[in-house]
T-cell receptor
Framework: KQEVTQIPAALSVPEGENLVLNCSFT??????LQWFRQDPGKGLTSLLL?????REQTSGRLNASLDKSSGRSTLYIAASQPGDSATYLC????????????FGKGTLLTVNP | NAGVTQTPKFQVLKTGQSMTLQCAQD?????MYWYRQDPGMGLRLIYY???????DKGEVPNGYNVSRLNKREFSLRLESAAPSQTSVYFC?????????????????FGAGTRLSVL
């Protein structure tokens, strides 16, 4: 059974710090990988999607990378802000279609003013 | 722009009762999904519908049934609720271009239904 692991489970940083969230997966077959944000009591919002043919994607202060050979993805957040506080989840799609995602359990990020 | 709408937002059931969770999307998406989210378990796929008229089991389908009523609506039914089904349920949709694989096939989520079974 393929697994997606996110480390650390929780992270607390001061405002302004650059930080990296990690996602690793056991099955090297990957079509794409998505990073989501979840605010307390809310649904998930897609942040970035990286295709298996890509090495990274950028959106504003966010940069996601993908290394298929090592089974890892990272989400880099630059100049963190209190509004970035949320749970960040990665999800892997390894099928021939885009129908099913396998999620990690998430990293709870707290950015302190 | 509503996106993915789930009803109800909260529900309390007694063991053995039945209920249907409703989901509707207004983005003309082909594919729809039902997930449950439990502490320490992450999100797990219950059922999905790749396109109107089709449904398939996900990772944890036991105790649930689904209906893809039309392109917009995908409902999840608990026939005889059990305490183990206490969870937060999320519906999602994606463009799901039939017969093709699209890098734009991002999943969009509803706000969730918080269900307690006593």
């Amino acid at each position: 059974k393929q697994e997606v692991t996110q480390i650390p489970a929780a992270l607390s940083v001061p405002e302004g710090e650059n930080l990296v969230l990690n996602c690793s997966f056991t099955d090297s077959a990957i079509y794409n990988l998505q990073w989501f944000r979840q605010d307390p009591g809310k649904g998930l919002t897609s942040l970035l999607l990286i295709q298996s043919s890509q090495r990274e994607q950028t959106s504003g202060r966010l940069n996601a990378s993908l290394d298929k050979s090592s089974g890892r993805s990272t989400l880099y957040i630059a100049a963190s802000q209190p509004g970035d506080s949320a749970t960040y989840l990665c999800a892997k799609n390894s099928g021939g279609s885009n129908y099913k995602l396998t999620f990690g359990k998430g990293t709870l990020l707290t950015v302190n003013p | 722009n509503a996106g993915v709408t789930q009803t109800p937002k909260f529900q309390v059931l007694k063991t053995g009762q039945s209920m249907t969770l409703q989901c509707a999307q207004d983005m003309n998406h082909n594919s729809m999904y039902w997930y449950r989210q439990d502490p320490g378990m992450g999100l797990r796929l219950i059922y999905y519908s790749a396109s109107e008229g089709t449904t398939d089991k996900g990772e944890v389908p036991n105790g649930y049934n689904v209906s893809r009523l039309n392109k917009r609506e995908f409902s999840l039914r608990l026939e005889s609720a059990a305490p183990s089904q206490t969870s937060v349920y999320f519906c999602a949709s994606s463009p799901g271009l039939a017969g093709a694989v699209s890098p734009k096939n991002i999943q969009y989520f509803g706000a969730g239904t918080r269900l307690s079974v006593l």
